[in-house]
Antibody, heavy 120, light 106 residues
Framework: QITLKESGPTLVKPTQTLTLTCTFS??????????VGWIRQPPGKALEWLAVIFWDDNKRYSPSLKSRFTITRDTSKNQVVLTLTNMDPVDTATYYC????????????WGQGILVTVSS | DIQMTQSPSTLSASVGDRVTITCRASQSISTWLAWYQQKPGIAPKLLIYAASSLQSGVPSRFSGSGSGTDFTLTISSLQPDDFATYYC????????FGRGTRVEIK
């Protein structure tokens, strides 16, 4: 059974750095084709893809946000970490991590999400 | 970047209605298109991938079609559990979501 769960701070101040952790089970991020991505959703708005890391440690980022994001993995802990610098109130959103089975597939299993509020 | 345009943004329908939602890509994405259902406060649920493949466990009243730039999601007979927001997503080149279609009770 595949599960993912996001953890991290729920309140950050403007200009601070946000670090979110996705802890997963039921799959390995070293299996060929597998990926873990991050998607966010501001309150009342649409979904926005942010970043993904693959089984071979290849990483891809949203072009509009690339300079602010870093995605890394710890395969021994079954975790993926997303770091977002210089947080702004517009970054207030629910952040989800999600599993991708292999090339040609998209995100099938999602975490429950974590609401992060950016406010002074 | 590939842009995804969904229509309509809101749809009012009754139980038993046939519902169709459309999604258009700004360039060809072959069949690298997925549909998600989302209810308030809950993570999106994958319904359709590869434009027309039904995700395991999804009721057969959901179907998808299209290729290239134009796609549709059809619900053959709307059920009470189907009132939700639906998103299309392309994964031909990175990932992009549409702005969503809210299906509400008429």
């Amino acid at each position: 059974q595949i599960t993912l769960k996001e953890s991290g701070p729920t309140l950050v101040k403007p200009t601070q750095t946000l670090t979110l952790t996705c802890t997963f089970s039921g799959f390995s991020l070293t299996t060929s084709g597998v990926g873990v991505g991050w998607i966010r959703q501001p309150p009342g708005k649409a979904l926005e893809w942010l970043a993904v890391i693959f089984w071979d440690d290849n990483k891809r980022y949203s072009p509009s946000l690339k300079s602010r994001f870093t995605i890394t993995r710890d395969t021994s802990k079954n975790q993926v970490v997303l770091t977002l610098t210089n947080m702004d109130p517009v970054d207030t959103a629910t952040y989800y991590c999600a599993h991708r089975l292999k090339y040609g597939h998209t995100f099938d299993y999602w975490g429950q999400g974590i609401l992060v509020t950016v406010s002074s | 970047d590939i842009q995804m345009t969904q229509s309509p943004s809101t749809l009012s329908a009754s139980v038993g209605d046939r519902v169709t939602i459309t999604c258009r890509a700004s360039q060809s994405i072959s069949t690298w298109l997925a549909w998600y259902q989302q209810k308030p406060g809950i993570a999106p649920k994958l319904l359709i991938y590869a434009a027309s493949s039904l995700q395991s466990g999804v009721p057969s009243r959901f179907s998808g079609s299209g290729s290239g730039t134009d796609f549709t999601l059809t619900i053959s007979s709307l059920q009470p559990d189907d009132f939700a927001t639906y998103y299309c997503q392309q994964y031909n080149d990175l990932w992009t979501f549409g702005r969503g279609t809210r299906v509400e009770i008429k």
